[in-house]
């Protein structure tokens, strides 16, 4: 019998704060032992040359979502895990999606049955509430908070998701009283409305002009906007996928006075620009996701709000829409930038694009890498201590990456479903070559290991939304002197 289920031995231990040579020991899925002259483990990995990260975690992907517009994301479970799995992700979080009419709670049990039938990666939800109706407020969403639903997603755009202001202020009481963190897709739908239609009156159709229509100032206006909102009822907020330098100054704003507020961009975000919507034909649909790709400027300016720790999550917002006619197609071959499926996808290219340009080419560095890309999102998600990093105890999701091999991003090398990689044709340097999840390989030598449905739910409170702010405001002071309750009080 031996002491150990496996033990990874000679490689290079990096978390969020420490680096360190070192081997790791695993018993019943987890974290047994880090040290040097460790017992035999009943499997032995050589780990030397190779960093021993801890698996990332993705916090933002759409997973076997059935967009507003009636259109299907590319991936299932299935395929969208596996591929998280070969990019080194062991955990994501994709949506449980209401739209108007449904119920959440049924929404909810329907997603959890997709995942529990093919989810390979470790997952839990986000719910999108598009129908803030009584009982969605006042039954649904206590109720799967306490059942380990920990955070809601709320759009401040598209015509068949968005909540207005009274409705965004109303699903902020509902979650600070169930303790539950609300990440907010934040443009201004007006101004987003008002650009498409003039555009396309011009006859301005291409994809290109996706990105003129979604003005970088409906993203301020709207984050602006929105943290107001969440300062009125003191209840913390996440803010998806940053993509301006207005938007990121009005974050590390709001921090800079105390407000709760978590910011996340992604690698599109970081490596694209509007110019790449700039193909022949109907070709750009590949690079269209909303917020759109912005300029070098925003690039600079969002590594600069990483740096600081304005922004501390990098997600994918991994949204899978074929290059056809069951996605980004669907209204025929040439169709307006309006009829085109928002969204890109990023599972897998996530973690081997930035260990490149923050590791590779030393750009924030290894630390950092992990702290963005796992640590952050799993203590701001309240995954932590079990997923996030390497130490005693945590689950053993351990990624071993070869920091030399040099690979060219291809749309065949992706094991999603969407068809192609907007990221196609970038060199990285450093790759994830084995993967395990609570202690078991899911990825080694090319080949997926994992049986579909073996990914565990990980049910969470709201994390970093179980404390607001509870702060003296202007507002607080003013109804005290009246005599008066603000709301979130009562
Ligand atoms: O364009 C994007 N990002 N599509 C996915 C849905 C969303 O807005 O996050
Ligand atoms: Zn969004
Ligand atoms: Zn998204």
């Given at each position: 019998m031996k002491d150990y289920d496996c033990v990874i031995r000679g490689g290079r231990v990096a978390t969020a704060t420490d680096d360190f040579p070192a081997d790791v020991a695993i018993k019943d899925g987890r974290i047994a032992a880090i040290g040097f002259g460790l017992a035999k483990g009943a499997t032995e990995i050589d780990a030397a040359g190779r960093l021993v990260l801890p698996g990332g975690v993705d916090a933002h992907c759409h997973i076997e979502q059935l967009s507003a517009a009636g259109i299907m994301n590319a991936d299932t479970f299935e395929s969208a895990t596996a591929s998280a799995a070969f990019g080194g992700t062991t955990t994501v979080i994709p949506f449980a999606a209401q739209h108007v009419g449904l119920r959440l709670r049924t929404v909810v049990d329907d997603y959890m049955a997709l995942a529990r039938k093919g989810a390979i990666v470790d997952y839990t939800f986000h719910m999108i509430v598009a129908d803030p109706t009584p009982a969605t407020l006042a039954e649904d969403i206590p109720a799967l908070v306490r059942e380990g639903h920990g955070s809601i997603k709320l759009f401040m755009t598209y015509d068949k998701l968005k909540v207005d202001d009274e409705q965004l202020l109303d699903v902020l009481l509902a979650a600070r009283r169930a303790r539950a963190l609300v990440c907010v897709h934040a443009e201004n739908h007006g101004m987003i409305a008002w650009m498409s239609k003039r555009l396309l009156e011009a006859?301005?159709?291409?994809?290109?002009?996706h990105a003129l229509s979604h003005p970088r100032g409906s993203e301020a206006e709207a984050i602006h906007r929105l943290i107001a909102c969440a300062e009125l009822v003191d209840q913390p907020i996440m803010i998806f996928h940053v993509s301006t330098a207005e938007g990121a100054a009005l974050i590390r704003d709001a921090r800079a006075r105390g407000v709760k507020v978590f910011a996340e961009t992604c690698p599109q975000y970081l490596t694209?620009?509007?110019?790449?919507?700039?193909?022949?034909?109907?070709?750009?649909a590949k690079w269209m996701c909303s917020p759109p790709p912005r300029e070098t400027c925003d690039q600079e300016a969002l590594w600069r709000a990483l740096a600081l720790g304005d922004l501390q999550v990098i997600s994918s917002d991994h949204a899978p829409y074929a290059y056809d006619a069951t996605g980004k197609l669907m209204a025929g071959p040439t169709p307006t930038f309006k009829q085109i499926a928002n969204g890109l996808p990023g599972i897998e290219a996530r973690l081997p694009l930035l260990f490149d340009l923050m590791v590779s080419k030393g750009r924030l560095g290894l630390g950092k890498f992990v702290e963005l890309t796992s640590t952050a999102p799993s203590k701001i998600y309240n995954l932590h201590p079990r997923k996030g990093s390497i130490a005693i105890?945590?689950?053993?999701?351990v990624v071993l990456w070869n920091p030399e091999v040099e690979v060219t991003l291809t749309?065949?090398?992706?094991?999603?479903?969407?068809?192609?990689?907007?990221?196609?044709?970038r060199r990285v340097k450093g790759w994830p070559q084995t993967v395990l999840r609570r202690g078991e390989v899911i990825v080694s030598d090319g080949t997926l290991r994992a049986k579909p449905g073996s990914g565990q739910f990980l049910p969470r409170g709201g994390g970093a939304a179980a404390?607001?702010?509870s702060a003296a405001t202007a507002d607080a002071v003013l109804a005290a002197r009246l005599g008066a309750a603000l709301p979130w009080r009562g």
């Amino acid at each position: 019998m031996k002491d150990y289920d496996c033990v990874i031995r000679g490689g290079r231990v990096a978390t969020a704060t420490d680096d360190f040579p070192a081997d790791v020991a695993i018993k019943d899925g987890r974290i047994a032992a880090i040290g040097f002259g460790l017992a035999k483990g009943a499997t032995e990995i050589d780990a030397a040359g190779r960093l021993v990260l801890p698996g990332g975690v993705d916090a933002h992907c759409h997973i076997e979502q059935l967009s507003a517009a009636g259109i299907m994301n590319a991936d299932t479970f299935e395929s969208a895990t596996a591929s998280a799995a070969f990019g080194g992700t062991t955990t994501v979080i994709p949506f449980a999606a209401q739209h108007v009419g449904l119920r959440l709670r049924t929404v909810v049990d329907d997603y959890m049955a997709l995942a529990r039938k093919g989810a390979i990666v470790d997952y839990t939800f986000h719910m999108i509430v598009a129908d803030p109706t009584p009982a969605t407020l006042a039954e649904d969403i206590p109720a799967l908070v306490r059942e380990g639903h920990g955070s809601i997603k709320l759009f401040m755009t598209y015509d068949k998701l968005k909540v207005d202001d009274e409705q965004l202020l109303d699903v902020l009481l509902a979650a600070r009283r169930a303790r539950a963190l609300v990440c907010v897709h934040a443009e201004n739908h007006g101004m987003i409305a008002w650009m498409s239609k003039r555009l396309l009156e011009a006859g301005h159709t291409a994809p290109k002009f996706h990105a003129l229509s979604h003005p970088r100032g409906s993203e301020a206006e709207a984050i602006h906007r929105l943290i107001a909102c969440a300062e009125l009822v003191d209840q913390p907020i996440m803010i998806f996928h940053v993509s301006t330098a207005e938007g990121a100054a009005l974050i590390r704003d709001a921090r800079a006075r105390g407000v709760k507020v978590f910011a996340e961009t992604c690698p599109q975000y970081l490596t694209l620009t509007a110019g790449d919507l700039d193909k022949p034909g109907s070709e750009g649909a590949k690079w269209m996701c909303s917020p759109p790709p912005r300029e070098t400027c925003d690039q600079e300016a969002l590594w600069r709000a990483l740096a600081l720790g304005d922004l501390q999550v990098i997600s994918s917002d991994h949204a899978p829409y074929a290059y056809d006619a069951t996605g980004k197609l669907m209204a025929g071959p040439t169709p307006t930038f309006k009829q085109i499926a928002n969204g890109l996808p990023g599972i897998e290219a996530r973690l081997p694009l930035l260990f490149d340009l923050m590791v590779s080419k030393g750009r924030l560095g290894l630390g950092k890498f992990v702290e963005l890309t796992s640590t952050a999102p799993s203590k701001i998600y309240n995954l932590h201590p079990r997923k996030g990093s390497i130490a005693i105890g945590a689950d053993a999701d351990v990624v071993l990456w070869n920091p030399e091999v040099e690979v060219t991003l291809t749309d065949a090398m992706m094991h999603d479903k969407t068809g192609y990689t907007p990221f196609a044709g970038r060199r990285v340097k450093g790759w994830p070559q084995t993967v395990l999840r609570r202690g078991e390989v899911i990825v080694s030598d090319g080949t997926l290991r994992a049986k579909p449905g073996s990914g565990q739910f990980l049910p969470r409170g709201g994390g970093a939304a179980a404390e607001p702010l509870s702060a003296a405001t202007a507002d607080a002071v003013l109804a005290a002197r009246l005599g008066a309750a603000l709301p979130w009080r009562g």
